[in-house]
């Protein structure tokens, strides 16, 4: 598993319409798509695979609940499929380093 620093986006991940923003950002730019035959004749482009998108408790509960307010599109890209939203315990983190470190 790699990780990678995606840079800023100069947006408030308080406000579920910063964070549709954000996540529309993150499934555009670095989820891998392709098209999808649909039983009509026309494509539609879907993830071929996602990618993690971590924050606090409430960045997650966040971006799941945009995912869930989404979750009525009419493609797998407008329900924000692409984005996994995970938590990341920073601080828990640092501490089980600071404990290994001594």
Request: hydrophobic share 35%.
């Amino acid at each position: 598993m790699h990780q990678v620093p995606l840079g800023l986006i100069a947006k408030n991940e308080n406000l579920n319409e910063d964070m549709v923003d954000i996540l529309d950002h993150l499934q555009s730019l670095y989820v891998p798509m392709a098209d999808k035959q649909l039983p009509n004749g026309c494509t539609e482009k879907v993830p071929i695979d996602t990618v993690f998108f971590g924050g606090d408790q409430f960045t997650e509960e966040r971006a799941r609940n945009v995912q869930l307010a989404r979750s009525d599109g009419m493609s797998t890209a407008e329900r924000l499929e692409g984005v996994w939203p995970k938590n990341e315990d920073w601080h828990a983190i640092r501490t089980a380093y600071k404990v290994m470190k001594n």
